[in-house]
Every structure is written in structure tokens, then in C-alpha cells.
């Protein structure tokens, strides 16, 4: 089973990497962007009926560092959200 | 003063921080490799070094947080152990959460790579006791994740507590309140961005770094 892990830095957290995408697509000549955001998607090949929560462990543990960073993880079945406020 | 240096695969400052210790304390320190599980008996120091551990996949340090020898290091700092992280050092430390915060990327984006003026803020810290508070060193910075970050609250702790050891005294890398170098709560572990052992000696130009390993052995009760 194929399980996706978002991380996403959290609102208010400045993402240089996000401003830096944002000025060159408006350098391309693309306009209307209001905002972008840089994230990683991390992809697991997991055995059938491993556990969600044994998924989220891993992301507070080392998939994401929750002082900075959102996860959401995501299968074909569930999506499960960790939103926090802002740093 | 009996010190030790972790070792990760990329660590690329380890040799410089042993040079620097074998210089400053006549000793020279245990050089540990990431997969031991245990440390050398009767450490005074463990000095994590900066360079890019397991090429910083993931997130600067957060794959050497987990390494073996982490978890010994923990413990030892949790006796009492001084333990000093420098540059990369100070994300693996961060990421093992042994000192609060987070170092994100640089906020002007590219690598930074300088001698910096760094003003000491509290020389009340092992770490510290060779400078005067409120002075001004320069050591050299080459970072690409430098940029400190934490919530108001633990910022305003971290003052209140006196536990910001260095600022920089100017723009660096973004770096919420100008932070260079953080304590933690007992006061016996460090993370700091700039290299003080690089600059130790008159080859490298000033040796403000060279009274951090100064104090150190002053307070392990070796004074140089």
C-alpha cells in the first residue's frame, strides 16, 4: 500500500525557497501568483494493514521537524491532517 | 580536559575541532565514530562539529539526530556533560532536541560563507566564561541552514533566561532576534553557527574562538 506524507511549512514560517520559486516564475512572465510555498512529498511502500499511527510516528519522529513543519498523511483509503499553529 | 568528537559520515569540521581542542587543551580528543553506542569513560566535552551529516538529506541534521551515538550524547548531557555543537552540529542538536528551535535555510537563500562580528551576550556559561559580556568577536560563518527559528514564547524565554549566548552584530542570515549561539536550560550544552575553532590561532587571521576553548578548560577546572 502506498502511503504519501506531505510536509509543509507552517503558516507564518517564512519559505525562502517558496519566495525564491515565486520571483522567477514572475520573471517568466507569469503573473497572478499571490503566494508560493515549497514542500517534500515523501512516498512509503507500506505492508497491508500497517498502521496509520505507526505513520504518524514516523513523521513526528524524523519524517517531519514539528517545530517548523505540517504533515499530512495520505493513503488511497484515509488523509489524515497535522496542522499546528505557526512557529 | 578529556573531550571526544562525534564523527558522521560528512561531518567535514571534525579534524579543525580536534586541532583546536589538542591545541588549546594539550590533549588531544577521542574521535567517535556515528554507529558507537557508547562514549569514552569520564568525558568533560563532546564536541559535535559542523559539516553536511549524511549529506543533510531530509533536513540538516535530522538523520544524525538518530544515529546511535546520539542517544549517548543525550545521556551524557543529561549528567552534566558539556557538550558543544558547531554549525551542523548545532542542526543536529536541534533535531535531537537537546536545544530548542529550528535552523531553517538561510533567508537571503544562498550559502553564506564570512567572518562575521558576534557580539558575546552572556558570559556567565562555561562555554562563555573567557569573554566579557557585551563583546564584540569576530569568527568566521559557512552555512547554508543558519537561519534560527522559534515561537515568540521560547524566544522571549530564551532571553529572559539569559540564554543566548551569541548575536550576531549584524545581518547574517535571517535569524530571528539576531541569535548565533543558544544555551539550554542547565546551561551545559551550546549550539552556536559560527566556527570557533577556526579561529584559534594567529594562521587564521584572529583567534576570538580561542577563549571559548579557554573557558571551557577553566571551568573543567584545567586552566590553559
Request: proline share 4%; glycine share 12%.
Given at each position: 500500500?502506498k502511503?504519501?506524507?506531505?510536509v ?14 515565486h ?9 497572478g ?9 515523501i512516498?512509503l ?6 498502521g ?5 510516528e ?15 498523511i495520505?493513503n488511497?483509503?484515509v488523509?489524515?491532517e497535522?496542522?499546528e499553529?505557526?512557529? | 580536559?578529556?573531550?571526544a ?38 568525558l568533560?566535552?563532546i ?21 546511535p ?22 542542526q543536529?542538536?536541534t533535531?535531537?532536541?537537546?536545544l530548542?528551535g529550528?535552523?531553517m ?16 551576550e ?8 573567557g ?21 515568540d ?5 530564551l ?6 549566548a ?12 539576531g541569535?548565533?549561539?543558544?544555551l539550554?536550560?542547565?546551561g ?29 578548560l577553566?571551568?573543567?577546572?584545567q586552566?590553559?
Amino acid at each position: 500500500m502506498k502511503v504519501r506524507v506531505y510536509v509543509t511549512l507552517k503558516k507564518g514560517v517564512l519559505d525562502p525557497q517558496g519566495k525564491a520559486i515565486h520571483h522567477a516564475l514572475e520573471g517568466l512572465g507569469f503573473s497572478g501568483i499571490n503566494d508560493v510555498r515549497a514542500g517534500k512529498l515523501i512516498e512509503l511502500d507500506m505492508e497491508e494493514g500497517a498502521g496509520d499511527d505507526d505513520v504518524e510516528e514516523m513523521c513526528r519522529k524524523l519524517l517531519a521537524n514539528t517545530v517548523i513543519e505540517n504533515f499530512v498523511i495520505e493513503n488511497d483509503k484515509v488523509r489524515i491532517e497535522r496542522a499546528e499553529s505557526a512557529a | 580536559m578529556k573531550s571526544a568528537v562525534i564523527v558522521f559520515p560528512g561531518s567535514n569540521c571534525d579534524r579543525d575541532m580536534a586541532e583546536a581542542l589538542r591545541l588549546v587543551s594539550g590533549r588531544a580528543p577521542a574521535m567517535v565514530w556515528h554507529r558507537e553506542s557508547e562514549l569514552p569513560a569520564g568525558l568533560d566535552l563532546i564536541a559535535i562539529p559542523g559539516g553536511f551529516s549524511y549529506g543533510d538529506y531530509l533536513r540538516a541534521g535530522a538523520m544524525a539526530a538518530q544515529s546511535p551515538v546520539m542517544r549517548a550524547v543525550s545521556e551524557a548531557a543529561e549528567r552534566g556533560v558539556l557538550v558543544l555543537g558547531v554549525c551542523n552540529g548545532f542542526q543536529v542538536l536541534t533535531e535531537a532536541r537537546l536545544l530548542p528551535g529550528a535552523l531553517m535555510r538561510n533567508s537571503g537563500i544562498r550559502f553564506v560563507g564570512r567572518d562575521v562580528a558576534v557580539t558575546v551576550e552572556n558570559s556567565q556559561s562555561p562555554f562563555t566564561a573567557g569573554y566579557e559580556a557585551g563583546e564584540e568577536i569576530v569568527l568566521p560563518v559557512a552555512h547554508h541552514d543558519g537561519n534560527f527559528q522559534a515561537d515568540d514564547e521560547i524566544l522571549d524565554r530564551l532571553e529572559g533566561e539569559g540564554r543566548i549566548a551569541f548575536r550576531y552584530a549584524g545581518e547574517v542570515n535571517g535569524s530571528a532576534r539576531g541569535i548565533a549561539g543558544i544555551l539550554n536550560q542547565a546551561g551545559n550544552v551550546l549550539g552556536m553557527m559560527p566556527h570557533p575553532e577556526r579561529a584559534v590561532e594567529a594562521a587564521h587571521g584572529f583567534a576570538g574562538g580561542r577563549r571559548l576553548f579557554e573557558g571551557l578548560l577553566e571551568a573543567v577546572g584545567q586552566p590553559a
